[in-house]
């Protein structure tokens, strides 16, 4: 059985940093690419940043280059993302998902991905 914990959230004001970590069990975690998404309220689902199985390749979507880094411990079944220069509208629910069948262009074009966790909440103020 799959599970999947992602914790760090909390609530910034516009500028500061937070770390995400998601971890996952039950599954081959180092066989996987996996991904961050998040959903803001009354929007739809996006994705936010992919990495491939070795953490070898990284991708991000065009409202977080330079301010988010994603990175994975595949020896300790993490996934993390960490967040600069917050800004509100960063604001949504950030979720972890294995439904990256390739960390290219095309992923951040979805709106529907498969997900197991409950989230972590990012609030940014201004």
């Known amino acids: 059985q799959v599970q999947v914990v992602e914790t760090g959230g909390g609530s910034v004001q516009r500028g500061e940093s937070l770390r995400l970590s998601c971890v996952i069990s039950?599954?081959?975690?180092?066989?996987?690419?996996l991904g961050w998404i998040r959903q803001a309220p009354g929007k739809e689902r996006e994705g936010v940043s992919c990495?491939?199985?070795?953490?070898?390749?990284?991708d991000y979507a065009d409202s977080v280059k330079g301010r988010f880094t994603i990175s994975r411990d595949n020896a300790n079944n993490t996934l993390y993302l960490q967040m600069n220069s917050l800004k509100p509208e960063d604001t949504a629910v950030y979720y972890c998902t294995t439904d990256v069948s390739a960390c290219s262009a095309a992923w951040f074009k979805r709106r529907i991905f498969n997900y197991w966790g409950l989230g972590t909440r990012v609030d940014v103020s201004s």
């Open positions: 990495i491939t199985w070795s953490g070898a390749i990284a």
């Open positions: 039950g599954l081959a975690f180092g066989d996987y690419h």
